[in-house]
C-alpha cells in the first residue's frame, strides 16, 4: 500500500469514528494523530494530555504550543499516579498502571462529554515481535477499548514521521521522549523528588548543549546518556567536569557517563531480574 493510500485510510478510519478523544503526550505519533483527528473530525475530536509529575514541563509546553499552533482542541487531565502503590513500586508493570489511570479518566471525561471513542497513538512498528513485553501500556488500552488509528491505517513511525514532514508540522522529527519515571531504575520507588531530581539533570544538560540525553536514577549513582554522535564532545575532562558540576548537586553522590550513548528502553534490561532497592 503507497503512503498516500494509507493516509486516505487514517483519514477515513478518523472520519468512521464520529467522535474521539485522543491521547496525546506530545510526542511525534499521537501529536499526529491529534492533527488527523482534527483534520477530519472538526470540534469533534479533543486532544487529551495527562499531566502529573512524571511529565517534564518543557514537553507539556511544547505539547500544548502544538496543539495551539494548529487549533487542534486541547484538554489537561490531572492524574495521580504516584498515589497508586502498584505504579510508585515501579515494577515491569508500572506503564500499565500509568495507562490504566489515564484511560479510566479519559473513560469518565468521555461519558460524560458524549464522545464515542477513545484512540491512542500506537503505530504498525509497536507491534512487531518481542516488543509487547516491553510496553504493558498496550494492554491498559485494550482493557479500556481505546482504538488505534495509525494501526489500522498500516502506519509505521517512518512513515508517520514522512507524513508530518509532508504536512510542514514540527514535530516531524522529534526525539522520542518517554515519561520520566521511566529513567528510575526498577524495584526503586517513584516519587516525586526523584522525577524532579531527574528533570532538573536533563534540564541542565540540555543547557549544556546534549539535546539528545537520558539521566537514569540509580539512587546515589546518576548513570548519563547522550546521543552517541555528542560522546565525543562529552568525552573531554573540561566536558565531564561540567556535567559533574551541574548533575552531582541535585542529590546524587556519584555521576557516570554510560559509554554506550544514548538509547530508548536501557531500563528494560533489568526486568528479568527486578528486586527491591534498598540503598
Given amino acids: 500500500m503507497q503512503l498516500i493510500e494509507k493516509a486516505a485510510l487514517l ?13 496525546y503526550s506530545g510526542g511525534t505519533d499521537s501529536a499526529y494523530l491529534a492533527y488527523a483527528a482534527h483534520q477530519a473530525l472538526g470540534p469533534r475530536m479533543l486532544a487529551v494530555i ?10 507539556l509546553a511544547a ?19 504516584l498515589t497508586n502503590p502498584d505504579y510508585a513500586r515501579n515494577d515491569g508493570q508500572r506503564c500499565f498502571h500509568c495507562k490504566d489511570e489515564l484511560f479510566t479518566q479519559m473513560e469518565r471525561y468521555r461519558a460524560e462529554h458524549t464522545f464515542a471513542h477513545l484512540a491512542f497513538g500506537m503505530n504498525l512498528d509497536d507491534q512487531a515481535p518481542g516488543e509487547a513485553p ?35 508540522l514540527e514535530i516531524a522529527d522529534k526525539p522520542a521522549s518517554a515519561c520520566l519515571s521511566s529513567r528510575i531504575e526498577y524495584g526503586r520507588a517513584v516519587t516525586s523528588e526523584a522525577l524532579s531530581q531527574v528533570e532538573r539533570a536533563e534540564d541542565a544538560l540540555h543547557a549544556l548543549g546534549f539535546p539528545q540525553v537520558r539521566v537514569r536514577h540509580h539512587g546515589t549513582l546518576a548513570r548519563v546518556e547522550i546521543a552517541r554522535q555528542d560522546l565525543p ?11 559533574t558540576a551541574v548533575v552531582r548537586p541535585l542529590g546524587f553522590t556519584y555521576v557516570t557517563l554510560d559509554t554506550e550513548g544514548y538509547r530508548t528502553g536501557s531500563m528494560n534490561a533489568m526486568l528479568t531480574s527486578i528486586t527491591p532497592a534498598t540503598r
Avoid at 52 to 59: G, K, N, W
Avoid at 134 to 146: E, I, S, T, V
Wanted: hydrophobic share 50%; net charge neutral.
Fill in 11 to 23: 483519514h477515513q478510519t478518523l472520519l468512521d469514528l464520529g467522535s474521539v478523544l485522543v491521547a
Fill in 50 to 59: 495527562a499531566d502529573s509529575a512524571s511529565l517534564p514541563r518543557s514537553e
Fill in 63 to 81: 505539547a500544548l504550543a502544538f496543539t495551539a499552533a494548529h487549533s487542534i482542541p486541547t484538554h489537561i487531565l490531572q492524574t495521580d499516579e
Fill in 134 to 168: 516491553f510496553r504493558p501500556g498496550q494492554r491498559a488500552a485494550a482493557q479500556h477499548r481505546a482504538v488505534a488509528p495509525l494501526v489500522t491505517a498500516k502506519l509505521t513511525k517512518a512513515e508517520i514521521r514522512q507524513l508530518a514532514r509532508e504536512a510542514g
Fill in 233 to 243: 564532545r562529552a568525552l573531554t575532562m573540561e566536558v565531564l567536569d561540567a556535567i
